[in-house]
């Protein structure tokens, strides 16, 4: 946990000549920054993720415990290599697909699973992100299914939790707005999950939804009843519109102006940091004819700067507008996209060296 002595933090924004947002500064005593990053697990070996494309031309990507790490072996050790780099949680992308409805495994929750039941969490937290989009849509048909599955992992004493209440965010609302029907519905089911949570204990729930700054989308949003915005990654707009291949070093300022955008608006934000996107090692399977744009130049340089200034800029900003600031970078094992902190091959441990120095400093 990084800890912000609050008259030191002010001194410090004095000197730089920064606005201090007033309600901070009235409230907050300590400002605590917790700071994880998503997990995808499609490395298991039982999806179509490891593509020959990857394993022979971005073999820079390779974690140095090979392809698949989502063993409980390989599992304790990314949580000692998230630790030690001061992370204080994964966010585990969270399927619900045809082999859920059937009650069999789906692959891509296995990491979930193994984290959960590791004996040693080494003092990580963890929370989910409902990935509804496309293939894995969640309707009203699914809520009390899917409902008891979260209400079970919220119980876990590892869950992350915003304002003391279990943090769960959903990738899609365009998805919930297709399979419900109608933000009334979507703001029904939202509230019996809040309420079967405090049956169970809990003093409620924080709900966000992965949104872009637009006023017609947040004003849906909150008509749907989420508590919190955020997002995914950045990369549509961090990427130069017009080129095939952008620096790196344009990420932090390009993100600042997106996270920027979404202070006008009255509800909680939790700041997500694109560390990268280079999806080509997909292309085939995705079926695109040519090579998507992307980023040149990620390296433990650019993790450092993209890092440092998602600190500085959450600390300035306060965008949950509470004590309990939380931030996500994008992403730990996003090998396929082009985004990874695992210990690699290539890097050894200095894209995670790069995290701790950011935070630390």
């Known amino acids: ?182 933000a009334a519905k979507i703001k029904q089911a939202l509230d019996q999950l809040r309420a079967d949570a405090v049956s169970r204990g809990m003093k409620g729930l924080s709900i966000g939804i992965s949104i872009t700054p637009n006023e017609k989308e947040i004003a849906l949003a909150k008509q749907c009843g989420f508590d919190v915005l955020t997002g995914y990654n950045y990369h549509d707009q961090t990427l130069i519109n017009g080129q095939s291949v952008s620096p790196s070093t344009a990420i932090p300022k390009r993100e600042k102006a997106v996270w920027t955008s979404f202070l006008k608006f009255d509800m909680p934000y939790i700041p997500v940091s694109t560390l990268n996107w280079d999806p080509r090692p997909w292309d085939e399977m995705n079926k695109i004819s040519k090579p998507s744009p992307h980023f040149k130049g990620y390296a433990p340089e650019s993790v450092y700067q993209i890092v440092s200034g998602l600190k500085e800029w959450t600390l300035q900003n306060n965008p949950t507008k509470s004590n309990d600031q939380i931030a996500v970078l994008y992403a730990w094992n996003e090998y396929g996209e082009g985004a990874w902190l695992t210990p690699s091959l290539m890097y050894k441990n200095g894209l995670l060296d790069a995290v701790k120095k950011a935070l630390k400093n």
């Not at 990857?54 to 698949?68: C, D, I, N, Q, S």
């Not at 004996?119 to 963890?126: A, C, P, S, T």
């Not at 299914?145 to 079970?152: A, E, N, Q, Y």
Request: charged residues 20%; proline residues 4%.
């Open 1 to 182: 946990m990084k800890k912000i002595i609050f008259c030191s933090f002010l001194l410090y924004m004095a000197l730089l000549g920064r606005p201090i947002n007033p309600v901070y500064a009235q409230n907050n005593q300590t400002a605590q920054l917790k700071v994880g990053a998503y997990y995808f697990d499609g490395w298991t070996g039982k999806t179509n993720h490891i593509t020959k494309s990857l394993t022979e031309h971005y073999k820079e990507r390779a974690p140095v415990w090979g392809w698949v790490t989502s063993t409980p072996e390989i599992i304790r050790k990314q949580v000692t290599a998230a630790v030690n780099a001061d992370l204080d949680f994964f966010t585990f992308c969270w399927y619900y697909s045809d082999l859920s409805k059937k009650n069999l495994e789906e692959p891509r929750n296995n990491a979930l699973q193994l984290f959960v039941n590791s004996k040693d969490k080494q003092g990580l937290k963890f929370n989910l992100l409902v990935a509804n989009h496309y293939g894995y849509i969640i309707g009203p048909a699914d809520w009390q299914k899917v409902s008891r599955i979260w209400l079970d992992l919220f119980e876990d004493k590892a869950y992350l939790k915003f304002n003391e209440q279990p943090l769960i965010s959903f990738l899609s609302l365009k998805m919930l707005m297709s399979s419900f029907g109608s």
